[in-house]
């Protein structure tokens, strides 16, 4: 007796804590999960059939990703005499992949439409296999900078000074005119009509330069508004287009909020725009700074009290490994939590690595191509995305690494742990707000450093073991 005492003692105490999920404390409705297509889609477009469907499928399948919302990049385009910097400046880093051509060589040449062939026919793809599934694609177009004509520095990659506005002041009117020109190119072509136009990209920022590596254009905040006020929501309005405007895809929700304040000085402004795009890449802030829990939270509230829709249009990481991985997650969570947006969008899709993207590739800066394959990105992000579908609630709960969402007729609750710590950790889910009904563990799936999605064996969610560097997903149903 005395050695099975002993022997008890000696365990590892695993940690365990009560989590609150409160089913009537109900937050934002999903609309969806989605992923831009630039610029994937632009190589991803050259290549076989067979492979085009195999990733187009792992994107949009209930049994794959499950995403629905889609943002097309229209391209700007670079001089093709490269009268204003250097040939294949883009190559360096992030390769001839990000060199988008435009859909017009110069102010007076005609429209080309074949300009962005291998984008367009991912998006067709996209669209085609969503409705195979019985779904509709949301499908969003953005720019990251007008053609290089219309810009100050010649050169589409950004000005010579980075933190000034590249649109060059006599060509307002005219990339408002392109904007909607594309938007109505697809609508009657392609039988594509975008739900909204978002002509600004992280632009209030100091990362746009002359010569650099990606097409991008700065934008300061007053001038958008002008861009918008004046020009944009005219022609749009004139266009009998269906297409609402998105603004303004801040890199992230400290200068979304800076931007934010300069529109709601402006009336004209926010009623021009339907929907608010934020990006969620990290900052450090100073002892002076909010946190970025009350950045989030503050911008969220500020959007919806204006009756905007919210988006989180772009995000991704650069860690290493399973904690890389882990860290895009809890982004994900963290936004679902405090910014509370409708709609969360990933980056890439496809790349060479496996942190930046969900779908890993062989090749470089050059180019990339097949073979390719799922990585560990992927099925951490399906853990979410195949259980948490359009229309689910997401749900208040006591912890920020639990993200939880109720079903729209209230009988499924999915549950998200996760666990970043090297330690296993047991779980006892303490859920309130149906009566004094039954909860049973439909299904349960787990994500770790060995494992992707596989079936965890979990019949009582009061008793759930979560594994070091883990991400698990419990499917309940609900009996009131």
Known sequence: MLELLLLFLCLPCMAQRVVTVNTDCRLQTVEGWGISLCWWAKEAGTWPEEDVNQLVDWLVSPEGLNYNVFRYNIPG???????????????????????????????????????????????????????????????EAFANTPPWWMTVSGC?????????????????????????????????????????????????TDYWHKGGTQEGCGFLPADQVRFLNDYLAPRLARSCLKTVISASDETNEKKSLETWSVYEEDAAALES???????????????????????????????????????????????????????????????????????????????????????????NVDGYRPPFKRNKNYFVRAQVTRNITPGYVVVETSDDSVLAAISPDGKTLVVCLLNRSADDERICLNVQGFGRGAMKVKS?????????????????????????????????????
């Not at 506005?165 to 109505?184: G, R, S």
Request: glycine share 8%; with cysteine.
């Open 77 to 139: 385009g670079d001089d093709p005499k490269h009268r204003n910097c250097k040939p294949d400046h883009m190559k360096g880093m992030k390769g001839l992949r990000a060199a988008m051509k435009g859909f017009k060589e110069d102010e007076n040449s005609p429209y080309d439409w074949n300009a962005d062939e291998a984008q367009i026919r991912i998006l067709r793809k996209i669209v085609s296999r969503c409705q195979h599934y019985g779904k509709r694609a949301i499908i």
């Open 156 to 204: 589409c990659a950004g000005a010579d000074s980075p933190t000034a506005t590249n649109l060059h002041p006599d060509y307002y009117d005219d990339y408002a005119q392109y904007l909607v020109d594309v938007c109505q190119h697809f609508r009657d072509a392609e039988g594509i009509e975008f739900h909204s136009l978002a002509p600004f990209n992280e632009p209030n």
């Open 273 to 363: 725009v339907a929907q608010w795009n934020t990006h969620s890449y990290g900052y450090s802030p100073v002892k002076s700074e909010q946190s970025r829990s009350q950045c989030r939270t503050a911008l969220g509230n500020k959007v919806r009290a204006r009756g905007k829709t919210l988006w989180m249009s772009e995000t991704g990481g650069g860690g290493r490994g399973i904690m890389g991985n882990l860290g895009v997650a809890k982004t994900l969570f963290d936004d679902m939590r405090y910014l509370q947006p409708s709609v969360w969008c990933d980056w890439q899709y496809v790349d060479s690595g496996n942190q930046w993207c969900l779908i890993t590739c062989s090749g």
């Open 444 to 480: 349960a799936t787990v994500t770790s450093r060995s494992q992707n999605m596989e079936e965890l064996q979990c019949d009582d969610a009061k008793d759930i073991v979560v594994r070091g560097r883990s991400i698990v997903t419990i499917v309940c149903s609900l009996t009131p």
